[in-house]
Antibody, heavy 120, light 112 residues
Framework: QLVQSGAEVKRPGASVKVSCKASGYSFTSYGISWVRQAPGQGLQWMGWISVYNGETKYAQNLQGRVTMTTNTSTSTAYMELRSLRFDDTAVYYC???????????????WGQGTLVTVST | DIVMTQSPDSLAVSLGERATINCKSSQSIFSRSNSKNYLAWYQQKPGHPPKVLIYWALTRESGVPDRFSGSGSGTDFTLTISSLQAEDVAVYYCQQYYTSPTFGQGTKVEIK
């Protein structure tokens, strides 16, 4: 399973770092993708990291603002989003991917989600 | 990016009746190298993360009831719930993984 960190409230321009702790499987044999969902909206893929070799792929609209990392000693993945804007308010999900080379895969399982609110 | 378009945006179906959701991709997501369509279907209930139902367009995830089935190839796909149950009320999403993943806008399924 994947267990994420708690809700965050941030000011515009700040950064947020969400964690995703994995258990019950071999962490380094898979990848982790991050998907976000704005309130009442659909799902948007943000990017992927191969825990196997550290390769990353990011959605074009987030390039330069997002960084995904992992700590294999604690089986934890991280997503940091910088220069937060009001429209970054969303629930952020981590999800496991089976593909460790391309990042193009379906997602199973998902974390419970972390609400990030950007507000003054 | 490949654009995924679902139809309808919402539908109301009587208990025990069939529900059909369509998903169209802006380009083919079929790979000739492995003869697979790179499409998954998810169910999302309020306050919960999505749950995968179907992958490779027609392979049911373990534990998913057999009333859920996927079909289609190339650019046109369908998720069918053969006999709608109360617990199937949810939003359903299709997702392609032929290239960087993209999702359809979602279809809300309700009881008539």
């Amino acid at each position: 399973q994947l267990v994420q960190s708690g809700a965050e409230v941030k000011r515009p321009g700040a950064s947020v770092k969400v964690s995703c702790k994995a258990s019950g499987y071999s962490f380094t044999s898979y990848g982790i993708s991050w998907v976000r969902q704005a309130p009442g909206q659909g799902l948007q893929w943000m990017g992927w990291i191969s825990v196997y070799n550290g390769e990353t792929k990011y959605a074009q609209n987030l390039q330069g603002r997002v960084t995904m990392t992992t700590n294999t000693s604690t089986s934890t993945a991280y997503m940091e989003l910088r220069s937060l804007r009001f429209d970054d308010t969303a629930v952020y999900y981590c999800a496991r991917t089976f593909d460790i080379l391309t990042g193009s895969d379906w997602f199973d399982p998902w974390g419970q989600g972390t609400l990030v609110t950007v507000s003054t | 990016d490949i654009v995924m378009t679902q139809s309808p945006d919402s539908l109301a179906v009587s208990l025990g009746e069939r529900a059909t959701i369509n998903c169209k991709s802006s380009q083919s997501i079929f790979s000739r190298s492995n003869s697979k369509n790179y499409l998954a279907w998810y169910q999302q209930k309020p306050g919960h993360p999505p749950k995968v139902l179907i992958y490779w367009a027609l392979t049911r995830e373990s534990g998913v009831p057999d009333r859920f089935s996927g079909s289609g190839s190339g650019t046109d796909f369908t998720l069918t719930i053969s006999s709608l149950q109360a617990e199937d009320v949810a939003v359903y999403y299709c997702q392609q993984y032929y290239t960087s993943p993209t999702f359809g806008q979602g279809t809300k399924v309700e009881i008539k």
